[in-house]
């Protein structure tokens, strides 16, 4: 039986722990000087899509933006934009804004300062000639040490305050929900056009997102 909308109280337990994970990881971020969200008034949000690009799922959604008018924000990770710079270009020429996301989402507190630094310029050299020096944390995960190094490269660092938690295998009306729910004036809500940890094809599918 299928428990993606009706989940037990493993699932519903699971979620609990997810969810309490990133928001303390968003609270942290923030007070360690990352940006969560842009103060306004106005009834707008900004999208942001990680861990891409992906040959199957970043054209989908670029075709959907397209269609709506929007632009959005792509984190990319250095492996896949070395893999696939026609995407690089396809998203740059479409008139999103590019953002470092490592060279292979690595968790940053996790390794030294060398292997940081190294981690962003890799990833940095493939994407300069579009890149907006935005640098998103791989999981969200920063601290002081890492921030320090970031601002002195000339990169913000940009996290989220509202995620559609489409890491777990749910439905586009789940994800909505969830993204409605955290959905306030300057958001910055937290997707994904591939998830670069999962090798399985199925799991990292992006159908349910876009």
Not at 84 to 113: K, M
């Amino acid at each position: 039986m299928d428990d993606s909308n009706n989940p037990g109280p493993r699932s519903l337990l699971r979620r609990v722990v997810s969810r309490s994970k990133r928001i303390g990881q968003n609270l942290a971020a923030h007070y360690l000087g990352a940006v969560t969200r842009v103060r306004t008034e106005q009834r707008v949000a900004a999208l942001t899509f990680d861990d891409g690009p992906h040959p199957a799922w970043t054209p989908q959604l670029l075709e959907l933006l397209e269609r709506h008018g929007a632009k959005a924000t792509f984190f990319v990770v250095g492996e896949m934009a070395l893999r696939h710079p026609e995407l690089i270009e396809r998203i740059a020429q479409a008139g999103h804004a590019l953002g470092n996301h490592s060279w292979n989402h690595p968790s940053f507190p996790q390794i030294s300062t060398e292997e940081q630094i190294s981690q962003i310029a890799r990833c940095e050299r493939l994407i300069s000639s579009h890149s907006k020096k935005l640098f998103r944390p791989p999981f969200g995960d920063t601290n002081w040490s890492t921030l320090a190094m970031l601002r002195q490269r000339g990169y913000r660092v940009i996290c989220w305050d509202g995620a559609g938690v489409d890491w777990e295998r749910r439905d586009h009306d789940w994800i909505l929900r969830m993204l409605q729910r955290q959905l306030r004036p300057g958001s910055i809500l937290l997707l994904h056009d591939h998830l670069f940890a999962y090798s399985s094809t199925d799991e990292s599918s992006r159908t349910e997102t876009f």
